[in-house]
């Protein structure tokens, strides 16, 4: 079992740069597809960047550009380097973990197993 956990999230001014860490615990994530998702007030979760364990990198269309989804598996971690950021963006951003040797697209809460509790992210105007 994975257990997920994001960090860096805060408060930041629109066009300001984070970047978002995701450790994993208790299995390797080296052979599963990696995602982030996130979840505005008021608003459904939305898919934002995966990574899979085979393949490149798919990306919702209002990050791409801005976002850059990226692993260490040394570290059994996966990061998301946010840029250029807007008041949209506002949200908490979670870190999930997909079933072992998962074919993309992996756009959906579904291909998704293990997910972490989130790390908030605001960006004021």
């Known amino acids: 079992q994975v257990e997920p956990v994001e960090s860096g999230g805060g408060l930041v001014q629109a066009g300001d740069s984070l970047r978002l860490s995701c450790a994993a615990s208790?299995?390797?994530?080296?052979?599963?597809?990696m995602g982030w998702f996130r979840q505005a007030p008021g608003k459904e979760r939305e898919f934002v960047a995966t990574?899979?364990?085979?393949?490149?990198?798919d990306y919702a269309d209002s990050v791409k550009g801005r976002f850059t989804i990226s692993r260490d598996n040394a570290k059994n971690s996966v990061y998301l380097e946010m840029s250029s950021l807007k008041p949209d963006d506002t949200a908490v951003y979670y870190c999930?973990?997909?079933?072992?040797?998962?074919?993309?697209?992996?756009?959906?809460?579904?291909?998704?197993?293990?997910w972490g509790q989130g790390t908030q992210v605001a960006v004021s105007s």
């Open positions: 990574l899979p364990w085979s393949g490149s990198t």
């Open positions: 208790g299995g390797t994530i080296n052979d599963r597809g």
């Open positions: 999930a973990a997909g079933r072992y040797y998962a074919y993309p697209p992996l756009r959906r809460e579904r291909d998704y197993v293990y």
